[in-house]
């Protein structure tokens, strides 16, 4: 079965710091998809990036970027020089077969950034 | 406004009554998704459509539950005789099946079974 583990619960960090949000996932599927989403306090969920399992290539979009390794079965995401903006709960879910099936999230972590 | 939309957005009901929410997906979406998320919890996936067809149902989802996209636009779930533990927030997402798209998700419904 799959599962999606987010050991963190809460971080709080000061403007302007570096952050890294763990993601730990499992699956006996060697065709997979993971996933990044950002739920501001509005509630709504909004995606930040997939990635496939056959693509182990970290990215870098502006100030976010991802960390992919199979051999550790992690996804972790780093914010650099973080904003008041960042704060929210950030979830990492994960999909067997293709990126269109049913999504496993992990519980979230809440990301605080104060000025 | 071409994103996912959800009605109500708030719904309090007292507990045994039905209620029924309204997804309308991203137009030409095929698929169409119900997940649930309670309080510090991650999102719960319930069931799927693509076009009209109900492909997966979670265990989660009981009799009391249903989920229906009649001309494989817009999608309701019913809740029949709610209860205290139904008080969640339903999501909705789409989704186009074509080249592994991701989900978008719609605000959510937001229901409180007093």
């Known amino acids: 079965a799959q599962k999606v583990t987010q050991a963190q619960t809460e971080i709080s960090v000061v403007e302007k710091e570096d952050v890294t949000l763990d993601c730990v996932y499992e699956t006996r599927d060697t065709t997979y998809y993971l996933f990044w989403y950002k739920q501001p306090p509005s509630g709504e969920l909004v995606f930040l990036i997939r990635?496939?399992?056959?693509?182990?290539q970290n990215e870098i979009s502006g100030r976010y970027s991802w960390n992919f390794q199979k051999s550790t079965s992690s996804f972790n995401f780093t914010i650099t020089a973080s904003q008041v903006v960042d704060s929210a709960v950030y979830f990492c879910?994960?999909?067997?077969?293709?990126?269109?099936?049913?999504?496993?999230f992990g519980k979230g972590i809440t990301l605080s950034v104060r000025p | 406004d071409t994103g996912v939309s959800q009605d109500p957005r708030h719904k309090i009901t007292k507990r045994g009554q039905n209620v029924t929410f309204r997804c309308d997906p991203i137009?030409?979406?095929?698929?169409l998704y119900w997940y649930r998320q309670t309080l510090g919890q991650g999102p719960e996936f319930l069931t799927y459509f693509q076009n009209e067809a109900q492909l997966e149902k979670s265990r989660l989802l009981s009799d009391r539950f249903s989920a229906e996209r009649p001309k494989g636009s817009f999608s309701t779930l019913e809740i029949q005789r709610t209860e205290q533990g139904d008080s969640a927030m339903y999501l909705c997402?789409?989704?186009?099946?074509?080249?592994?798209?991701?989900?978008?998700f719609g605000p959510g419904t937001r229901l409180t079974v007093l």
């Open positions: 137009s030409e979406h095929n698929r």
């Open positions: 990635r496939n399992s056959f693509d182990e």
């Open positions: 879910a994960l999909s067997e077969g293709g990126a269109n099936s049913k999504l496993t």
């Open positions: 997402a789409s989704s186009l099946v074509l080249d592994n798209n991701e989900q978008f």
